[in-house]
């Protein structure tokens, strides 16, 4: 089977020009983009489906190698049928957008800007020695060797309250073993009912 070159410069640069719109902030840009992309794939599947040949209909002297393939006529079809859906669809939220806000540009969500600013750190899973949050407590042996204890020991004193090494800092255990439990003792609503 030979290739057309010609088809397949065309798709190449019908994908690459779609793929950088598709990038952009603007709605419009990014429906060009994704038009640009449906076409190149229509593209791509009418250069798999080989040779033009005769119609697909039976003919009884016909030999099978001398027919046109129909399956790529219809996904190229069925391509187009959804990209005119994802255009119509992108229509409206362009068309939505300019309404509401009169621009066409997508803005930073505050809310994002809220949740890429929150630290990655999470007490369980980033401490030296993760906290136990079982319900059924195992014992360890004391870090002194001799005893068996559920409590850190600085010196040959125990301490009150077991701490985590956690991120550069000492937490409290309980504190660590709170947070990963539903109504985390850790954190207060405010009156909206976010996190302060």
Not at 77 to 104: H, N
Not at 126 to 146: H, K, N, Q, V, Y
């Amino acid at each position: 089977m030979s290739v057309n070159l010609t088809l397949l410069s065309v798709m190449g640069a019908l994908y690459a020009c779609g793929i950088y719109l598709i990038l952009e902030r603007s709605l419009t840009r990014v429906l060009l983009g994704l038009m640009l992309l449906a076409n190149a794939t229509n593209l791509l599947i009418l250069a798999t489906g080989g040779y033009a040949g005769l119609s697909p209909f039976y003919s009884k002297g016909t030999p099978a190698q001398d027919y046109s393939d129909p399956l790529p006529q219809a996904l190229i079809l069925t391509s187009i049928v959804i990209s005119f859906a994802v255009t119509a669809f992108m229509l409206g939220i362009i068309y939505r957008t300019w309404v509401l806000a009169r621009q066409d540009e997508i803005q930073d969500d505050v809310e994002d800007r809220r949740v890429a600013e929150t630290p990655s750190f999470d007490a369980e899973d980033d401490a030296e020695i993760p906290a136990e949050t079982s319900e059924f407590p195992l014992t360890m042996i004391g870090s002194d060797g001799r005893a068996v204890s559920d409590y850190a020991t600085v010196g040959a004193v125990e301490s009150a309250e077991p701490t985590i090494a956690a991120g550069g800092k000492r937490i409290p255990a309980a504190d660590a073993a709170a947070e990963e439990q539903p109504g985390s003792q850790n954190t207060t609503l405010d009156p909206e009912g976010g996190m302060r």
